[in-house]
């Protein structure tokens, strides 16, 4: 018996220290998960069943909280379309950290649906997506790498940027 409790406390002080891994890479990268955003309309952030978590689609927001709006490739250029990509990755791991509670939680980034709002002979919307592919991949590893479209569509809620859903499987 006592041998039994010895193994269970080792076994809970290092899912302590391992369960922080998540949380120490985005320190490592300078990241800080910003406010979860409230959902603008009637739905919920995130939905769980069975394994899987699915969250609703979430856009940029700058440091006064407003959404960062406009057309990649007319009001702003490829590169800050990618940033505002990024920026929405980190809004959707806001949301899922208060889902789940921890991100070490999650098994894999599964499928993401990022939506560009430009015009309709813009075509590089993989190239803005990658913003936040790239982010995913920073944050956990191999873990990290998803199924994804990437599209153009004409607008976009409050014309954010853009808008990107996604796909996790969790422990």
Known sequence: MKQLIISLLVFFIAQSVFSQKIEKRLTELNIVLPKVQPPIASYVNAVRTGNLIFL?????????????????????SLEEGKAAARNTGLNLLAALKAE???????KRIVKVLGMVNCP?????QPQVINGFSDLMVEVFGDKGRHARSAVGVGSLPANMAVEIEMIVEVE
């Open 56 to 76: 609703s689609g979430k856009g940029p927001t700058g440091a006064d909280g407003k959404f960062i709006t406009g057309k990649v490739g007319v009001d702003m």
């Open 100 to 106: 789940i509670g921890e991100l070490d939680k999650v």
């Open 120 to 124: 309709s002979d813009f075509t590089q």
